[in-house]
């Protein structure tokens, strides 16, 4: 094979068809179908010759976990976890169907919902192991590759019950690994903390009237004056960040998902009645160093005051502080050795590392790490944009297969790492 060509240059390689039919299962919610996935990822991994178990802590949600054995079990393991789950994609606006997997023979993209969240390390993962395993390497520490439903509807029937689980615990973690978040530059990114999300939603009422009315303390004055002022406070927030004193991820991040209000008619809605009731839907996002107390009384005083006739609801979609009560963040320095085996990896491997950062986002290492266990966010994708829920989401093949690469070193240096003494949490 000639391998002066790009991958899409050539006949297509296997591993790349394994990625496509990964992302070809339609796993978005609002019904994610679980059950062909989870044979097809079993299939492959009895290929590998890993041990394979299915656990169900919720009928019809599946945890698929993977598992190859190390030549000293007792040291704490590895775990590599990614979600079978996708969000939705509005198939019309993309360029090419979200489940096609299109892979384009110019630039070599493949366009697919989850092609970058994160079915990508689901099969570079396999295909890592599937490497190290033909070279003749054999890991130290026990290697765990786990798939798990719904985090993208914040994980309550996947993660949150498995590390519950008395399954989780005989695992015996030292370190998960799990999804980051692609990089625009050539530096790898990886996340030593996430940011909790809040599902804000926000109700006024009023008294109605006729729509040509100018009167005090309606259902939209009410709910509008809100939205300005939690408007101005996301500008202040996204100014600290502008400014460069912040990362946009070490903000509280504020966005309006939806509105609601107005009597329906059967040509949309009735225009000469002003509405009784309004309601605004926000994603909340916290850093994991900003006191949840201080927003809340925010809140109630400022957001939806019951002096405006506005009551509130915070949904919160996970823990925010761990078993002892501390922030989730993992250690990036002396004080957790697996942080420079992950480090050193990276380098040998050829890449460079941008400075650790907080996830704008949130993933599953919340649960892991509201157990006690160190968790990094990393997914190789370099020169990459960020393409997570947007539309026309791709990862190219050649980013796509050196990041299988990069999981060889970061697979065996991790499940090599000799230290007897555990890191204390
Ligand atoms: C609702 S929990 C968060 C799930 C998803 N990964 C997100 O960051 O939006
Ligand atoms: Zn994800
Ligand atoms: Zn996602």
Known sequence: ???????????????????????????????????????????????????????????????LLLTWKGSNPSLPSVLFNSHLDSVPAEEDKWSHPPFSAFHSPEDGKIYARGAQDDKCIGIQYLEAIRNLKASGF????????????????GGFDGSAEFVKSKEFEALNLGLVLDEGQASPTDEFRVFYADRSPWHLIIRAIGAPGHGSRLYDNTAMENLMQSVEIITKFRETQFDVAK?????????????????????????????????????????????????????????S?????????????????GPLR???????????????????????????????????????????????????????????????PILLHDHDEFLKDTVFLRGIKVYEFVISSLSSFEEASQQKL
Not at 48 to 54: A, E, P, Y
Not at 138 to 153: A, N
Not at 301 to 317: F, H, L, V
């Open 322 to 384: 761990d078993y002892k009560g501390r922030p989730l963040m993992t250690a990036t320095d002396d004080s957790n050795p697996w942080w420079s085996v992950f480090e050193q990896a990276i380098i040998a491997a050829g890449g460079k590392l941008k400075k650790p950062e907080i996830l704008a986002s949130t993933t599953d290492t919340r649960f892991m790490r509201q157990m006690g266990i160190p968790a990094f966010g990393f997914s190789p994708m370099t020169n990459t």
């Open 243 to 299: 400014a460069g004193h912040a990362a946009l991820s070490e903000v509280v991040s504020v966005n309006a998902v939806y509105l609601k209000s107005g009597i329906p008619s059967p040509t949309g809605f009735v225009m000469n009645m002003q509405p009784s009731e309004a309601e605004a839907g926000f994603d909340v996002r916290l850093p994991p160093t900003v006191d949840p107390n201080l927003m809340r009384e925010k809140i």
């Open 1 to 63: 094979k000639k391998t002066s060509l790009e991958p899409h240059q050539v006949e297509e390689d296997t591993t790349i068809s394994r990625f496509r039919q990964y992302l070809r299962f339609n796993t978005a919610h609002p019904n994610p179908n679980y059950a062909a996935p989870v044979s097809f990822l079993t299939s492959v991994a009895l290929s590998i010759g890993l041990q394979v178990k299915t656990f169900e802590f919720v009928p019809g949600k599946p945890v």
């Open 301 to 317: 005083k400022e957001w939806a005051p019951a002096s405006r006739n506005m009551t509130y609801e915070i949904i919160e979609k």
């Open 138 to 153: 054999k890991p130290l520490r026990t290697v765990h590759v786990s798939y798990v439903p719904d985090e993208e509807i």
